[in-house]
């Protein structure tokens, strides 16, 4: 006769009926593991974060800073080809800028993706609290009666 623990008949039939019943914690991404998806493929972070209108953004932006890239590569390569030495130089300017920018863009978008997992378990509402207003003591007072100032500023562009 063998001994068991007292849930052990329970578990026993949670798995047999199709394993342990589901888990109904919120998980969370790893921050480190999110920016080093980025890393490797632009957006894949954003993506592991559901944000999705930011991942579009993303591969659209390095994208297009990578085309540009390459066209102005072309049209060095061009340049140099005719021997027009200065159409050259100004393409190989604007082809290492457009390097430059891609690579800037692709190391924000690793520190937005590991930022944005960082505060997904962050659940709080900033600003002051909603206070149950008493409207029966008069427009310009509060709850205890008490004159209140409240200021507005409109700016218009």
Sequence with gaps: MALSAPGASAAAGANAKGGAPPDSARHFPSPLG???????????????????LKAVVVVG??????SKALDEYHKEQHAANIGDALGK?????LKVNYVWWGI???????????VDAHL???DTDFG??????????????DTKGEARLAVAVHVRF
């Design 61 to 66: 932006g390095e994208g297009l800073l990578l």
């Design 34 to 52: 999110v920016m080093l998806r980025s890393a490797i493929v632009p957006g894949w972070g954003q993506i592991a974060n559901h944000k999705w």
């Design 120 to 122: 997904a378990s962050f």
């Design 128 to 141: 002051p609290e909603e206070a149950p207003r008493d409207t029966a003591v008069g427009p310009g007072l």
């Design 89 to 93: 130089d100004s393409h190989y300017n």
């Design 104 to 114: 800037a863009v692709h190391l924000l978008q690793m520190a937005d993706a590991y």
